[in-house]
Each structure stands twice: as C-alpha cells, then as structure tokens.
C-alpha cells in the first residue's frame, strides 16, 4: 500500500513562517510601512493644505488671471473674439481655449472634449469631505468668461500634458522597488553577522571550541559586535570550567588507582570462609566497580582529546558479540536468551578489539538493566553494507522520553526513570560507546523501538 506524501503548506503559510522567523525581512517591511504612512500623511496635509490655500488665496488669482486672459482674447471693441490670440495663449500654457457664440465656434483643441473632472464635478466634491472648492458654480465663474456680443469663452486643462503619467507611475515604481532592494542589501549586510554568531554559538553548543566566533564580528562597533564578544567570552569561560572540570575526574582518577589497588590486596586477605566471607565478597564487587569507573573515566579522557591510538587487527563481531554476552552472564541470567542475527557474509573488519569489546560490553549491559523483566530479552542484530557494518542492539523496556534521547549518550547524564545506581549506572557507558565509533570513524544513533530503545552503531569497513 502507497503512502501518500505530505502536501507542503500553503503558500501563505509559508510566507507568514518565512516573515516571523526571520528579523531581516521584518525590518524590510517596517521600512516600507514607514515610507507608506508617511507618503499619506504627506499627501493628505499637502491636499488639505491646497484645500485651504484654494480657498484662501489661489482662488481669487486665478479668477483674476482667467480675466485677463479672456480679455486679451476678446480685444479691445465690438470686434469678434480673436481665434489668432486664443491660438497664441493654447501654445502658451497647457490650456484648451474653446470659443461659442452666434457668429464664432472654434477650440484650440477640437478632438479634446470637456475634460471629466469637469463632466464629474459633484461626484468628485463629496469625495473631499464637503469641500466647495470645486463646487460646479465656482467653476463656471472661474473658467467661463461671457461676452457682449453673446459669445463665450472658457479655459480647460489640456490634456497632452499628462499623456506621460503611466511612465512617470512605472518610473516612481521602479523607483520603489530599486529603494527597496537598496534597503534589503543594507540590512542583510548590517544583519549579516548574525549567521556567524548563531553558527558558533551551535558550535560551542556541540562542544567544539576550537573556533571562536570570528573577529570581524566580535570588533564590529555596534550592538552585533558586542553580542560576538559576550558569546566569545562566554565560549571560554565555558571550556575553561569544562577543562578544569575533566582535569579534576582525570586526577582524582589517577589518585583513586593506587588506594583501590591496595584495598582490594587486603579484601583478598580477608577469609573466603565463614562470617567474613560475605562481606569480602560484597567488598571486593564493589571494589571492582570502582575499579572499573576509575578505567572508563581515563578511557574517555583518551577518546574524547584525540589521544585513542587504535589497535587494528580483523575482528569477527559474531565471536566477539558472543564472548561479551558470555561474560554478562554472572550479572544478567537473561544474557544467556539473546539471540544474535547476523547476515551469513558478513566480513571479518579491522578493529580495536579492546576498545570494540567495552562498546558491546557497554551497549548490551545497557539493554540487559533497562530490559529486565520484559517479555522479550533483548535483540542483537549484526549486518553491513558496501563500506560499513551496523550492530544494532534493541531492548524491550520502557524506552526512553523522545526529549531526552539526544542527551543519553553525554557523560554523566542519567534519565529521571534510572537515577538508581543499580538500574541507571553513572552515566557513562553510552558515552563511551559513541567515543568509541568516532574513534574509529563511525557513529551511533539512538531511536525509540516502542517499546525499548533501539541503538545502532556504524563503523566504516576501512578506517
């Protein structure tokens, strides 16, 4: 049966998910809000302003000047409006000058007829709140001029002077959106150093701090810059505490060898018989726990600061797997139910055996504790493929919170469920397990298997 793929979000979303994540295309937008609101603003006081200066002032000059001019063309006299002086003042200004009357019709532009903000006038008045500015009687006294002789004489706009406002609107367009992209490539610029601040603050977040957060943003001399610094400085310090932390285990384990060495000499002399042969059973357990702990924290010392020389020799993993669950056996009954799948070709490969052995050791004490008392004991399941071999071990347990699945394999960390020593260890076997895969060029991923935990380990053929 074919499982439909996920259909991608709409669009929409997407743009909505892109404008909220990210800071620059947000600025980018409030600049052009900005630029918006003040345009209206600017217009809208520019009109009212017009309103109250027509009103005011421009009114009176204008009728005033359409005087003259309707005197100049009708002359001195009782002789007819003169089309010669009409035609003179339409080449003048960007004016049409039409002529009616019994004896005279003539327009400077006679495939121009009235103009519509002239035919429109009422519709156009309520637009702009009630104003009488454009009131039709204001303008057929201000652009009409009535003769003696019965002939009349009225200006309109011409216009062939505004043929050019499609390409004067696509230029202010391409004006907008050349400012616009101008305003993007500064604020990417001015934005750029987040990508490395953010990049090194994952790094140090891995652990990796090697590499601070580069200088040219950490001496920038704005707020970016200082942000690069704090997170620069608060990189090392962190490394410093780490450091400080791993030499005080790596000494308190060296410390610890010698004391252990002779405590368990003088376990070994106490009587294997009667009432002290209990507690020097228990004694010695314990002493060999410690024995152990003290070996993995000098272990992933050497694994974790690059120090692992490895021992390579051909490896059967079958054997070895096997070897491992036999040794488990004193500690876990159940070892001895695990039944170990492997592919029937599967190639001998060169590993550090002893470093190879405390990973499966590791690896299969982990689901033997976690899987006690399951219906199914654990699975071991070893395959490989052109250029690597797998070795999955799954256990039947409660598994593991999803959000805790990343941290299972960091040093000393424990889930809630197995804060116990005997059920959760200290915190160290699936760390080692991933030094050892890296060790040797590999990895280790962890999955819940529902139920259980499912731990896969990769480790490339030729290393």
């Not at 600025?27 to 200066?53: E, Y």
């Amino acid at each position: 049966m074919s499982v439909a793929s996920p259909q991608p979000p709409p669009r929409w979303r997407q743009v909505r998910h892109r404008v909220a994540h990210s800071i620059k295309l947000r600025m980018v937008l409030v600049f052009l809000l900005l630029a918006g609101a003040m345009t209206f603003v600017f217009i809208s006081g520019a009109q009212k302003a017009f309103s109250v200066g027509w009103r005011e002032a421009a009114r009176p000059l204008l009728m005033d000047y359409v005087d003259r001019l309707a005197a100049d063309v009708a002359g001195q006299g009782s002789g007819l409006p003169s089309t010669t002086r009409a035609q003179a003042i339409a080449d003048r200004l960007p004016l049409v000058v039409r002529i009616s009357g019994p004896k005279v019709n003539w327009s400077s532009h006679p495939a121009q007829g009235p103009s519509d903000w002239l035919e429109r006038h009422e519709e156009r008045r309520q637009r702009w709140d009630g104003e009488s500015w454009r009131d039709s009687k204001d303008w057929d006294r201000i652009l009409s001029r009535s003769l003696s002789d019965g002939h009349r004489i009225s200006f309109d706009i011409n216009q062939e002077v505004f043929e050019r406002r499609p390409r004067l609107i696509g230029n202010a367009l391409t004006a907008l959106l050349v400012l616009t992209l101008l305003a993007w490539l500064y604020v990417r610029r001015q934005l750029k150093p987040l990508d490395a601040i953010g990049e090194g603050a994952r790094r140090f977040g891995r652990g990796d701090f090697s590499q601070p957060i580069a200088q040219r943003c950490s001496e920038a001399q704005d707020e970016l810059g200082e942000l690069a610094t704090t997170i620069n400085t608060m990189g090392r310090d962190i490394h410093q505490m780490l450091e400080a932390k791993r030499a005080l285990l790596l000494a308190i384990s060296h410390e610890l060898r010698s004391p252990i060495t002779r405590a368990r000499l003088h376990a070994e002399l106490l009587p294997e018989e009667g009432d002290a042969a209990a507690q020097r059973q228990a004694l010695l357990r314990d002493l060999k726990e410690m024995a152990n702990l003290v070996s993995d924290l000098l272990e992933s010392e050497r694994l974790s600061s690059g120090h692992s020389a490895l021992q390579r020799e051909p490896i059967s993993l079958v054997g070895l797997t096997g070897e491992v669950l036999h040794e488990l056996q004193s500690r876990h009954t159940v070892a001895a139910s695990v039944i170990i799948e492997a592919s029937p070709d599967l190639p001998a490969i060169h590993l550090d055996q002893a470093r190879l052995r405390l990973l499966l050791r590791n690896l299969l004490d982990n689901a033997l504790r976690h899987g006690a008392g399951a219906a199914q004991p654990p699975e071991v399941a070893l395959s490989h493929s052109a250029d690597a071999v797998f070795i999955d071990v799954r256990d039947h347990g409660p598994g593991v919170p999803g959000a805790q699945l990343g941290q299972l394999a960091q040093a000393f960390y424990r889930p809630d469920s197995a804060r116990t020593r005997a059920a959760g260890g200290v915190g160290l076997g699936l760390y080692l397990c991933r030094l050892v895969a890296q060790a040797h060029g590999g990895r280790m991923t962890l999955e819940n298997a529902r139920p259980g935990l499912r731990v896969r380990v990769e480790l490339p053929v030729s290393g």
